[in-house]
């Protein structure tokens, strides 16, 4: 499916329900149609799959980034001070919840950690606002798989003196990050497990 900016219906309205059960459901389709492949892949781990999941196809979508902004807010824990992640898969993400925030009256910074750190300047590994130590971050991530791409940030904003107890990501592959977490004491939750994804493409698709 090829996203034309001219051709937004009515129908696009979805990402701006007030139901948050049809925001969740607008999302997964989006997955569905935009992100989800099947075919025979190479992972970033050198590991093949016969399936990929291109998050960015629905990160960087209009109605896509509203609609991930939205429930990813709902899911936030009440004190939460940050979201943050590593770049570049989680940058559109933390920047929709941080606006949606805004937009909710309850304005929470977005961080955006590097994998390596400046060459110039202050050097930083983390982008974004200067926060007291000991403020409350949330990582954000697009796909987990093992769960080691998204504990980069964590282990970083930690080094700064930033509190993270939680990862939340859009889709969780089922392949060991869950328990990779649970196993170092990190909450996790995802909005949609891979099962939800092949599940509801096998529907669109039949």
Same mark, same amino acid.
């Given at each position: 499916?090829?996203?034309?900016?001219?051709?937004?219906?009515?129908?696009?309205?979805?990402?701006?329900?007030?139901?948050?059960? %049809?925001?969740?459901?607008?999302?997964?389709?989006?997955?569905?149609?935009?992100?989800? $492949?099947?075919?025979?892949?190479?992972? @970033?781990?050198?590991?093949?799959?016969?399936?990929?999941?291109?998050?960015? $196809?629905?990160?960087?979508? !209009?109605? =896509?980034?509203?609609?991930? *902004?939205?429930?990813?807010?709902?899911?936030?824990?009440?004190?939460? $001070?940050?979201?943050? =992640?590593?770049?570049?898969?989680?940058? !559109?993400?933390?920047?929709? %919840?941080?606006?949606? @925030?805004? /937009?909710?009256?309850?304005?929470?910074?977005?961080?955006?950690?590097?994998?390596?750190?400046?060459?110039?300047?202050?050097?930083?590994?983390?982008?974004? !606002?200067?926060?007291? !130590?000991?403020?409350?971050?949330? %990582?954000?991530?697009? %796909?987990?798989?093992? *769960?080691?791409?998204?504990?980069?940030?964590?282990?970083?904003?930690?080094?700064?003196?930033?509190?993270?107890?939680?990862?939340?990501?859009?889709? &969780?592959?089922?392949?060991?990050?869950?328990?990779?977490?649970?196993?170092?004491? /990190?909450?996790?939750?995802?909005?949609? @497990?891979?099962?939800?994804? $092949?599940?509801?493409?096998?529907?669109?698709? &039949?």
């Amino acid at each position: 499916m090829v996203y034309y900016a001219e051709n937004s219906t009515q129908k696009d309205s979805w990402a701006t329900d007030t139901d948050i059960n %049809v925001i969740r459901q607008g999302l997964l389709d989006l997955f569905c149609q935009l992100a989800y $492949q099947e075919g025979d892949f190479i992972l @970033s781990s050198g590991a093949r799959s016969t399936y990929y999941i291109n998050g960015k $196809q629905v990160t960087l979508h !209009p109605q =896509g980034a509203l609609a991930i *902004g939205r429930l990813l807010f709902h899911m936030l824990p009440p004190n939460t $001070q940050a979201v943050a =992640g590593l770049t570049l898969g989680a940058d !559109p993400i933390v920047s929709a %919840v941080s606006l949606v @925030s805004a /937009l909710e009256n309850r304005p929470i910074p977005a961080l955006i950690v590097r994998k390596e750190a400046k060459g110039h300047g202050t050097k930083a590994y983390i982008e974004g !606002p200067t926060l007291p !130590p000991g403020s409350e971050a949330i %990582v954000l991530e697009d %796909v987990v798989t093992t *769960g080691q791409s998204a504990m980069k940030a964590v282990t970083r904003l930690r080094d700064a003196g930033y509190t993270v107890n939680k990862v939340i990501s859009l889709i &969780d592959r089922e392949q060991g990050g869950a328990e990779y977490y649970k196993s170092v004491n /990190l909450q996790f939750e995802a909005v949609f @497990s891979i099962t939800d994804i $092949q599940e509801r493409y096998k529907q669109i698709s &039949d």
